[in-house]
T-cell receptor, first 112, second 110 residues
Framework: DAGITQSPRHKVTETGTPVTLRCHQT?????MYWYRQDPGHGLRLIHY???????DKGEVSDGYSVSRSKTEDFLLTLESATSSQTSVYFC???????????FGPGTRLTVT | ELKVEQNPLFLSMQEGKNYTIYCNYS?????LYWYRQDPGKSLESLFV?????AVKQEGRLMASLDTKARLSTLHITAAVHDLSATYFC??????????FGTGTRLKVLA
């Protein structure tokens, strides 16, 4: 299995609070992605990174920001959590552009 | 709008039967991926299809890709209960972008 971990695995937070999710990889892959998974929507790309300090927006980026200061870590921040951000968040990595992705175990986030 | 459509969205089938899941996509893509997801778990890569006419097989599952028709199929042969899961297809139509289908939830009944 690809070495990808996510933390925390579960989190309950209140509306308006900031939240940071962490994705850590040991594969030295260049590309990293954050997705959210909601019933009826499949996986939707939030943000992605194509290198250290190189990030860009996906299709559902509003309300989220990311940072990547090291190859192995990709952080997703919800600046002020809202109930619509209750979801399961998956991190993924790939070694080549557009190549096969490997997914982390996911973080279940509940915003009350 | 880039779209990936899977059908059926839900499939209940008897053990031992055959069936096909379809994945249609609206944009040019030479790469198509199939993933499996068990309830409460992450996504596991099943197949990587990289060219027109590509066919891959693993056990009771076989995937194929027709880039001209923008169609991929996942064929299940003699289904067993262990194949019960949600199956996703995804395309990579451009730089860094992946578009996922909404998934097909498969339930194999004994």
């Amino acid at each position: 299995d690809a070495g990808i971990t996510q933390s925390p695995r579960h989190k309950v937070t209140e509306t308006g609070t900031p939240v940071t999710l962490r994705c850590h990889q040991t594969e030295n892959h260049r590309y990293m992605y954050w997705y959210r998974q909601d019933p009826g929507h499949g996986l939707r790309l939030i943000h992605y990174s194509y290198g250290v300090k190189d990030t860009d927006k996906g299709e559902v980026s509003d309300g989220y920001s990311v940072s990547r200061s090291k190859t192995e870590d990709f952080l997703l921040t919800l600046e002020s959590a809202t109930s619509s951000q209750t979801s399961v968040y998956f991190c993924a990595i790939s070694g080549i552009e557009g190549g096969e992705q490997y997914f982390g175990p996911g973080t279940r986030l509940t915003v009350t | 709008e880039l779209k990936v459509e899977q059908n059926p969205l839900f499939l209940s089938m008897q053990e031992g039967k055959n069936y096909t899941i379809y994945c249609n996509y609206s944009t040019t893509s030479d790469r198509l991926y199939w993933y499996r997801q068990d309830p409460g778990k992450s996504l596991e890569s099943l197949f990587v299809l990289l060219s027109n006419g590509a066919v891959k097989q693993e056990g009771r599952l076989m995937a194929s890709l027709d880039t001209k028709a923008r169609l991929s199929t996942l064929h299940i042969t003699a289904a067993v209960h262990d194949l019960s899961a949600t199956y996703f297809c995804a395309v990579a139509p451009g730089t860094y972008k992946y578009i996922f289908g909404t998934g097909t939830r498969l339930k194999v009944l004994a």
